[in-house]
């Protein structure tokens, strides 16, 4: 649904002063300035735009506000420039009116800026196309050119047009562009010559010293340096913010865009140079010799080098620069110039070349955007002109521009009133009269043909005779006298005898908008517009197309001895085609208003705002326009907007709109006078009464916003419930299914679970009765068979043996044994008798025979084993099996002497030839030689001696020559004593009184102790007197030596030492064994 909005709400003050109450101009002013505060630069005044001057960029401009305005009524947005520009682009296309935007406004007030808007604005909601995009882009670049050659900085702005300019658009039935005229009014061309202190001369000037190449700059015989050129004023040269290089680019597309040829180009700028050389010709005073004073050209170069520029013949300017001719019917007159009077020649030169090239550059746009066709079109036309000026110091350039807005203020009030009377007759609205101040009379004071200000002008200059300034006031002070707007100090009329604000040399005029005090001065001389003939036809020798047809008065073929028209004449002219052309359309006003002197943003400064507010004749406008019904609106918005104030028509009405409002107005404390109904419209009186309704709209609306939020609260919270409800219903749904579900599946689980125990329990019982059935039928069969066997067996038994029950048995348990010894065949284990495995008992009861054979075989193993064995072989293993019985356990060198073979004879005593003679010695065979140390009592150090042992006795002999120590027969020997631990010590204790027990024990040492001590014990005689001990006694000579052995640290390698402690202690350290 589309929401109606309205130019009332959200309103920031008034948005249409025409509803100001209470109306004055202080409350105008501060609305304006609230609006402004609050970035709302544009305010209505009924259909009128004032527009004021934000000086800032604000994002009102964009695409996006050009489509939010489209096609949408005038009082629905809040203010815009688009909202006239729409309304003024759719009343052309749709109902045939042409149109024409009327902008005015003080220098700097923003009316340029506001034509360009509404331009683009235009341009952006028309139609589109190849062709289409062409006109519009040729009609939008035509300004950057004008703005160039029109355009200069003044102190009130940086870009202040120079000249007044009004562009029809021509649109076809579809409203598509097809072209356009631009008419150009006044330009200031004094400005070429002469500039106001901090003011600059025309754009292009200096656009074209800084954005040429340097190239094109020796081409048109030019310097960059602004200094070098007389006519432009240095002050203010630089502008901020303003790229004139950068300009110079634009303008030179544009001027491509607009369709100008490149030679036409380079012709408009030869002739702005020519301008800037000219003003830098000067001349010198010369006395001639009839004594007349001359004048001279000081340095010819620049005058040369415009002459090259332009084409010229150097002597004939020269010579125009020089003489005047007058030509009167067939005599012609020179007289020379002097000085001052070639100043103002080439100024006069100067100025009307410039001025024309304006006017030619105009033309020459207008040739490129003409519609093409001949129907007739739709025209919409713009006026961007000067707006009222009132300086200190006002001229005759103020006085036309006055005039102008004069004209204009009349062309508001005729066609506002003519609007206004229109709008009540169409209504049928009884027409009351309006009170106003018609400016007729201004105007008449102006242009009257007869005794007007400006034909009184015109008679002076055309009068023969001395023509002054002073003349022509004193004319006008005499005829003036009597108007009610004109003032002088020289009118006879003594009310301004003794006013002395009022200068001699000055006339003030109360125009419409204030008083304007002029200056007399120049008067003449600017209305005149002088051009010497001579320099006319100077210029129109020249070889330069263009200069040619900017002088076409020069053509001597073409000798016009009339005066050409004054410029109050020309103007007064071009001001009432204007004037035509506007009264014939329809008009749409955008006052422009400057916030500020200073061209700065959010500056509001209400003096000078108020002094607009007067000249612009707002006040005026709002009272105008607030005469008879200040607001009105079709009934449809109407019923649309305010239908909330009444039961009967809200929500909706059916019948006409019309009936509606009456139906409401008549339920609403509104007087009847108040309003009155059109035929299409509402009309009512006073703004009070609209914001009545309006604050009567606004509280409904809010009864209805809680009216609307407690049903859509109501609506959400149902809503919600409802659905908290159905999911509810959902959820129990489910969960009573699920519920359902496993009591279901319980039972069902429960049922078969009872089920299986009772049809367990049944089955069961049918079992047990089918077994005992069966036990029964079993046992009555068995008991029949027994009986029967019994029978049987009673009735045969005379037939069988009385003891085959035992041979039964016995034939059993052979068989059993039969199956036993051959099956223990097949399983034998190996026969290494270290195998300890035997193959399982078969049956329990021969647990006995079991073990025993495996007793027997396994000492049938061993023997079988043992009788392998060689008469050496078990020899040696006896010796070794009788040293395990000594030793094992009881000393730790044995283990070690077990993997050493027995070898009896280490000294191999037969065959070494060393031991010839000790063999020989010894009666029996020696069963074992070897090396001993033989133990010092005195220092427990051992010396080596042969130790031999044969069947009888133990000898020891030197180990070098083989001689015998000792020999001590094996029947003394007493006793053996070995150590517990891994020493070969031994000691050979010697039975008490036996002969060899005179030198007392021995106490010896061997390596192969464990052989020595077995193969003694073998020889059968001290076998049971072998005492391992650590500690033993050893009888030396005399002496007994204890001999103990201590366990110690390994030192100096691993071996075995022993110390004599004292007398009776020998000790001997073993190192530890691991
Ligand atoms: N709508 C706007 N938004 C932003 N800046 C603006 C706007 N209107 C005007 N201006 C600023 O104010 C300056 C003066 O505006 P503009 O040239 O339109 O004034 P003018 O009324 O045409 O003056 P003149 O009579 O001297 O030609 C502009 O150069 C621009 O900087
Ligand atoms: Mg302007």
């Known amino acids: 649904m589309e929401v109606k909005t309205s130019l009332l709400d959200n309103m920031i003050g008034v948005g249409d002063m025409v509803l100001l109450e209470p109306l004055s101009e202080d409350s105008f002013i501060d609305n304006l300035k609230n609006r402004f505060e609050h970035n709302e630069i544009y305010t209505y005044i009924g259909s009128v735009v004032i527009s004021m001057n934000p000086y800032r960029h604000l994002p009102i401009f964009t695409p996006d506000k050009v489509e939010e305005y489209r096609n949408r009524n005038f009082y629905e947005l809040s203010p815009h420039i688009y909202a006239l520009a729409d309304e003024a682009y759719r009343s052309l296309r749709d109902q045939d009116k042409d149109q024409c935007i009327l902008i005015t406004g003080e220098s700097g ?23 289409v995009n062409k006109v519009k882009e040729q009609l939008l670049q035509s300004n950057p050119v004008l703005e160039a050659f029109g355009n200069a900085k003044t102190v009130r702005n940086d870009n202040s047009s120079r000249f007044g300019k009004y562009m029809d658009i021509e649109f076809d039935f579809k409203g598509d562009p097809l072209g356009g005229v631009i008419s150009n ?74 369709g100008f ?86 100024d006069a030169l100067a100025k009307n070349l410039y001025s024309r090239l304006f006017s030619w550059l105009v033309t020459r746009i207008n040739e490129s955007i003409k519609a093409q066709g001949k129907t007739r079109h739709k025209v919409m036309g713009v006026l961007d002109i000067y707006g009222f000026e009132i300086f200190e110091d006002n001229s005759f350039e103020q006085f036309i521009i006055n005039y102008c807005n004069e004209k204009l203020q009349q062309i508001f009030i005729e066609l506002t009133l003519r609007e206004e009377q229109e709008e009540y007759i169409r209504e049928g609205i009884e027409w009351t009269n309006i009170e106003y101040f018609n400016n007729a009379v201004i105007c008449d004071l102006i242009e009257n043909n007869k005794n007007g200000i400006l034909a009184m002008l015109d008679e002076e200059c055309l009068r023969p005779g001395t023509v002054t300034d002073e003349t022509f006031l004193d004319k006008l002070s005499t005829i003036c006298a009597e108007h009610l707007h004109f003032e002088s100090r020289l009118s006879k009329n003594s009310k301004f005898l003794t006013d002395h604000t009022l200068p001699h040399t000055c006339f003030r005029i109360q125009h419409y908008a204030g008083k304007v005090l002029y200056r007399a001065e120049g008067f003449v001389d600017k209305n005149n517009d002088l051009l010497y003939r001579d320099l006319s036809q100077a210029m129109y020798k020249a070889n330069h197309s263009l200069i040619k047809q900017l002088f076409p008065e020069g053509n001597p073929a073409k000798v016009n001895l009339k005066r050409p028209p004054t410029a109050g004449f020309q103007f007064k002219a071009s001001v009432g085609t204007l004037m035509r052309n506007l009264q014939t359309k329809n008009p749409n006003y955008i006052r422009c208003i400057k916030p500020n002197d200073k061209k700065a943003s959010h500056i509001f400064t209400d003096s000078l705002v108020r002094h607009q507010v007067r000249y612009l004749g707002l006040m005026e406008n709002v009272r105008v326009r607030r005469a008879g019904y200040a607001f009105r609106q079709p009934y449809e918005p109407c019923l649309e907007r305010y239908k909330m ?71 959400k919270c149902r809503k919600h419930f409802l659905l908290l409800k159905k ?44 077994k005992h059935q069966k036990r029964c039928v079993e046992a009555v069969t068995t008991i029949s068979a027994f009986w029967h066997g019994t029978q049987i ?47 399982a008992r078969p049956y329990l009861f021969l647990g006995g025979v079991h073990s025993e054979l495996r007793r027997i075989f396994h000492l049938w193993r061993c023997k079988k084993y043992r009788s392998q064995f060689t008469v050496e072989k078990k020899a040696v293993y006896e010796e070794k099996l009788e040293a395990s019985e000594i030793f094992k356990d009881k000393k730790a060198l044995y283990p070690s002497s077990v993997s050493q073979p027995f070898k009896g004879d280490y000294l191999e005593i037969n065959k070494n030839p060393k031991y010839q003679k000790l063999s020989i010695a010894m009666e029996d065979k020696v069963l074992l030689a070897d090396v001993v140390n033989k133990i ?18 133990v000898v020891l002999a030197d180990q070098k020559t083989g001689q015998v120590k000792a020999s001590v ?106």
């Not at 020089?322 to 100043?343: D, G, I």
Request: aromatic share 10%.
């Open 109 to 131: 007030a923003g009316k340029t800026e506001a034509s360009k808007l509404v331009m683009s604005y235009v341009a952006a909601v028309c139609g589109k196309g190849q062709e």
């Open 185 to 258: 009014y006044l330009l200031e061309k004094s400005r070429v010559v002469k500039q106001p202190r901090g003011e600059r001369n025309f754009h292009v000037f200096y656009q074209l010293l800084s954005g040429s190449s340097d190239e094109a700059l020796k081409k048109l015989k030019l310097h960059r340096d602004f200094s070098k050129y007389n006519y432009l004023s240095l002050d203010s040269a630089a502008v901020n913010g303003l790229d004139d290089a950068a300009n110079f680019r634009t303008v030179r597309n544009a001027m491509q865009i607009v």
């Open 261 to 346: 040829m490149e030679d036409e180009v380079q012709s408009v700028l030869e002739l702005v140079a020519a301008v800037l050389k000219l003003g830098n010709i000067e001349f010198k005073p010369d006395s001639r010799s009839n004594g007349s004073d001359e004048s001279r050209i000081k340095d010819k170069n620049d005058l040369k080098e415009m002459c090259e520029l332009l084409g010229i013949e150097q002597s004939v300017l020269e010579r125009a620069f020089s003489y005047r001719t007058v030509e009167a019917k067939s005599e012609k007159v020179s007289t020379t110039l002097n000085v001052a009077q070639a100043y103002y020649a080439r």
């Open 645 to 715: 104030l009444c039961k009967r028509t809200w929500p909706h009405w059916q019948g006409p709109a019309r009936e509606g409002v009456e139906v409401m107005m008549s339920a609403l404390p509104v007087p009847a006078e108040e309003f009155s109904y059109g035929r299409s419209k509402i009309f009512i009186r006073n703004p009070r009464t609209l914001f009545f309704l309006e604050e009567r709209r606004r509280q409904c609306l809010q009864d209805l916003a809680t009216l609307i939020q407690k049903i859509y609260r109501g609506w």
């Open 727 to 770: 999911s509810q219903i959902v959820v129990s749904a489910w969960y009573r299914r699920y519920a359902q579900q496993k009591k279901y599946k319980q039972i069902k689980s429960a049922t078969t679970v009872v089920q299986s125990y009772t049809r367990g329990w049944q089955a069961r019982k049918l079992l047990r009765e089918l």
């Open 793 to 839: 067996r009673r009735e045969y038994r005379k037939f069988f043996r009385a003891n085959a029950g035992k041979k039964i048995y016995d034939f059993t348990i052979q068989r059993i044994m039969q199956k036993y010894f051959l099956g223990l065949k097949s399983t034998l284990p190996s026969m290494s008798p270290i195998d300890k495995s035997w193959p």
């Open 936 to 953: 010092n009592r005195a220092n427990g150090k051992g010396t080596a001696r042969l130790f031999l042992l044969t069947k009888n006795s």
């Open 969 to 1074: 027969p094996l029947p003394d020997l007493a006793s053996v004593s070995v150590s517990t631990q891994s020493d070969g010590f031994f000691a050979l204790k010697l039975k008490e009184g036996s002969a060899s027990a005179v030198k007392g024990d021995f106490l010896l040492s061997s390596e192969h102790l464990i052989e020595i001590i077995t193969k003694i014990h073998r020889m059968g005689t001290t076998a049971a007197d072998i005492d391992i001990s650590d500690e033993f006694l050893v009888q030396f000579k005399q002496d007994k030596v204890c001999v103990k052995f201590i366990q110690a640290v390994p030192k100096n390698g691993n071996s075995v030492s022993c110390k004599r402690k004292n007398n009776r202690l020998l000790e001997v350290s073993v190192p530890t064994t691991a």
